[in-house]
């Protein structure tokens, strides 16, 4: 599992408040690359469209810096993943289910312990990790989400 990165610049993607999450925005750790672009460093929670290693172009607006657009797809792709019933990332089940992912080249990164992104790097087997994903939704261990779908050979 990846640990989560908390250091960098923070870039803040607005969202719509009238979604499911509820959330206005999210905060995304990033690195500069020129004057107003930054590499993402962290699987997006919450926003759609965006993965890890994107570089995107930010404003800075009141002293934060806000996402612009993306100017170049990393070739990432992100999933997201609730876990149901109680279930907490630590439990065996969910271990179990997480462990051929992985395997497979996938990284997870936790939120909450209920919650955790899917980082799915380019040229990995990203049909077999969705059908992985699908399975277990099927067993009512988890319900997952597309956040952002980079097809990669």
């Given amino acids: 599992m990846r640990e989560p990165v908390t250091t960098g610049i923070?870039?803040?993607v607005t969202l719509d408040p009238?979604?499911?999450?509820?959330?206005?925005?999210?905060?995304?750790?990033?690195?500069?690359?020129?004057?107003?672009?930054?590499?993402?460093?962290?699987?997006p929670f919450f926003a759609f469209d965006l993965s890890l290693d994107d570089v995107i172009r930010a404003e800075?607006?009141?002293g934060d810096w806000h996402f612009r657009?993306?100017?170049?797809?990393?070739?990432?792709?992100?999933y997201r993943a609730y876990l149901l019933e109680d279930r907490n990332i630590g439990d065996d089940d969910v271990q179990q289910a997480i462990e051929p992912i992985t395997t497979l080249g996938a990284e997870v990164e936790n939120a909450n312990d209920r919650f955790f992104?899917?980082?799915?790097?380019?040229?990995?087997?990203?049909?077999?990790?969705?059908?992985?994903?699908?399975?277990?939704?099927?067993?009512g261990l988890w319900e997952f989400e597309e956040a952002h779908y980079e097809p990669n050979a």
């Fill in 10 to 12: 923070r870039i803040i």
């Fill in 60 to 62: 800075k607006v009141d």
């Fill in 117 to 139: 992104a899917i980082d799915i790097p380019p040229g990995k087997p990203i049909a077999a990790i969705y059908d992985l994903l699908e399975q277990t939704e099927a067993t």
């Fill in 69 to 78: 657009e993306v100017v170049n797809r990393s070739g990432h792709s992100t």
């Fill in 18 to 43: 009238a979604d499911e999450q509820g959330m206005d925005s999210e905060a995304l750790w990033a690195e500069r690359v020129s004057a107003d672009t930054f590499r993402i460093r962290n699987s």
